[in-house]
């Protein structure tokens, strides 16, 4: 499985993205699927998590009310739609799928996903 993060970029504060994950190689459709974020010196921290139908979903405290998690899996593709951006919001996004658990609730663990996209670049000016 290939994962390609896009959408990230330049933004101002209370501006928003959407950022997109697109799978290929095979579907991803039954597993579970999230977007985690990472600044320099600092461990990756989960954002957002789906599950394989889009119908559960947790998101952190820090982004719950300005993001939204969504999937379309007839295009075998994630998305984050990213509101009110915040310049603490700034850091590199990472998607990723978790393929031992199809069919399942998602996790909320970076340690669950296996196969992960190579991360784009959202930073939020003040």
């Known amino acids: 499985v290939q994962l390609q993060a896009s959408g990230g970029g330049l933004v101002q504060a209370g501006g928003s993205l959407r950022l997109s994950c697109a799978a290929s190689g095979r579907s991803v459709n039954t597993w579970p699927a999230g977007w985690f974020r990472q600044v320099p010196g600092k461990e990756r921290e989960f954002v957002a998590v789906i599950n394989w139908s889009g119908g559960v979903t947790y998101y952190a405290d820090s982004v719950k009310g300005r993001f939204t998690i969504s999937r379309d899996n007839a295009k075998n593709t994630v998305y984050l739609q990213m509101n009110s951006l915040k310049p603490e919001d700034t850091a590199v996004y990472y998607c990723?799928?978790?393929?031992?658990?199809?069919?399942?609730?998602?996790?909320?663990?970076?340690?669950?996903?296996?196969?992960w996209g190579q991360g784009t670049q959202v930073t939020v000016s003040s």
């Open positions: 990723a799928v978790d393929i031992s658990s199809k069919l399942r609730r998602p996790s909320t663990s970076r340690y669950q996903y296996d196969y």
